[in-house]
């Protein structure tokens, strides 16, 4: 059974920094696809980040030189940390994992992923 497990969201102000964990069972994360999105209510879920298995990343636009994704394959995690956070980064973050490969072009569409986690949320005040 795959499970995947986000944590590490909070309350931070504008400016600081926040390290949000997905924590991976029944599926071996450095070899998968995995991405992050997040989603604020009444809005589409919008895809941040991703990272293939051979450690290749696409960032959104939004917060390319601010985020960084990386993978522990020793704790079969994926990291993302947050710098420089705004107002308009506050939203629910969700791990996500694809099984065949980064999808492309389509690679933030939420179809294409096969495994979510339950969500951290993220709160940036100004």
């Known amino acids: 059974q795959v499970q995947l497990v986000e944590s590490g969201g909070g309350s931070v102000q504008a400016g600081g920094s926040l390290r949000l964990t997905c924590a991976g069972s029944?599926?071996?994360?450095?070899?998968?696809?995995m991405a992050w999105f997040r989603q604020v209510p009444g809005k589409e879920r919008e895809g941040v980040v991703l990272i293939d298995s051979g450690g290749g990343t696409i960032y959104t636009d939004s917060v390319k030189g601010r985020f960084t994704i990386s993978k522990d394959s020793a704790k079969n995690t994926v990291d993302l940390q947050m710098n420089s956070l705004k107002p308009e980064d506050s939203a629910m973050y969700y791990c996500?994992?694809?099984?065949?490969?980064?999808?492309?072009?389509?690679?933030?569409?939420?179809?294409?992923?096969?495994?979510w986690g339950q969500g951290t949320q993220v709160t940036v005040s100004s």
């Open positions: 996500a994992a694809r099984y065949a490969g980064c999808p492309w072009p389509r690679h933030f569409a939420s179809d294409e992923y096969d495994y």
């Open positions: 029944g599926l071996t994360v450095s070899t998968k696809c």
